[in-house]
């Protein structure tokens, strides 16, 4: 995981091509001279071990470069609660996340994700429990979400996006007794076995591993 500044990721969004970042907008603060702001920028960088003396990038800064190139130039991406992710080839992934003022980063698998999910939670780790019958129903937006205030459910917010166009978003939640998926934009609650919620989560972080689960 890198940190960077915004105006840091500026500049890598500067000397990198592609399309406008996913989820991610730059831009130099108007009230700033750009030419004082570029000069800092570098001077940071530098710190870094980014930039060199000649103002060239070094062989460690090609590494967020190449990370965040694959994340602009990726035709999928998905937000992972407060997480931007592109979705690459191999089951790799990438992704940025802004906190507190900064930007980071990081690049891994979707495998990565999945078991510190598994390790948390013991819903996502049981086995199907086949002797329950399990439901599927419209639910009205405003009464779920007034009940997901009011519950003290684990949550998984995913949105998922296609050349930067929604594909589907999806609420997962659960807790020792039961899991659902919400659907936000159908009003749909279905509860899910734990395989089922499993697959669903392979199939959305890029995990290879398995079939997808049938409807």
């Given at each position: 995981?890198i940190?960077?500044?915004?105006?840091?990721?500026?500049?890598?969004?500067?000397?990198?091509?592609?399309?406008?970042?996913?989820?991610?907008?730059?831009?130099?603060?108007?009230w700033?001279?750009?030419?004082?702001?570029?000069?800092?920028?570098?001077?940071?960088?530098?710190?870094?071990?980014?930039?060199?003396?000649?103002?060239?990038?070094?062989?460690?800064?090609?590494?967020?470069?190449?990370?965040?190139?694959?994340?602009?130039?990726?035709?999928?991406?998905?937000?992972?609660?407060d997480?931007?992710?592109?979705?690459?080839s191999?089951?790799?992934?990438?992704?940025?996340?802004?906190?507190?003022?900064?930007?980071?980063?990081?690049?891994?698998?979707?495998?990565?994700?999945?078991?510190?999910?598994?390790?948390?939670?013991e819903?996502?780790?049981?086995?199907?429990?086949?002797?329950?019958?399990?439901?599927?129903?419209?639910?009205?937006?405003?009464?779920?979400?007034?009940?997901?205030?009011?519950s003290?459910?684990?949550?998984?917010?995913?949105?998922?996006?296609?050349?930067?166009?929604?594909?589907?978003?999806?609420?997962?939640?659960?807790?020792?007794?039961?899991?659902?998926?919400?659907?936000?934009?159908?009003?749909?609650?279905?509860?899910?076995?734990?395989?089922?919620?499993?697959?669903?989560?392979?199939?959305?972080?890029?995990?290879?591993?398995?079939?997808?689960?049938?409807?």
């Amino acid at each position: 995981m890198i940190k960077f500044t915004k105006e840091e990721l500026i500049f890598l969004n500067n000397v990198t091509k592609g399309p406008a970042p996913f989820g991610i907008f730059l831009r130099y603060p108007r009230w700033r001279d750009t030419e004082e702001l570029k000069e800092e920028i570098v001077t940071s960088l530098q710190e870094k071990g980014i930039l060199d003396e000649e103002k060239k990038i070094t062989q460690y800064g090609v590494i967020p470069l190449l990370m965040w190139e694959e994340y602009r130039n990726a035709k999928k991406h998905i937000i992972f609660n407060d997480v931007y992710f592109a979705i690459l080839s191999g089951g790799r992934i990438t992704g940025v996340r802004e906190f507190e003022g900064a930007y980071y980063l990081m690049t891994g698998r979707g495998e990565e994700i999945l078991l510190e999910l598994l390790k948390e939670s013991e819903f996502l780790r049981s086995a199907d429990r086949k002797e329950e019958h399990y439901t599927s129903r419209q639910l009205d937006y405003a009464v779920w979400s007034k009940r997901m205030r009011d519950s003290k459910l684990d949550m998984v917010i995913i949105g998922s996006f296609v050349d930067d166009e929604p594909e589907k978003e999806m609420v997962y939640y659960w807790n020792e007794t039961g899991g659902f998926q919400y659907d936000l934009n159908k009003g749909r609650e279905r509860q899910l076995q734990p395989r089922q919620m499993r697959m669903r989560l392979m199939e959305l972080l890029n995990v290879q591993e398995g079939g997808r689960e049938n409807e």
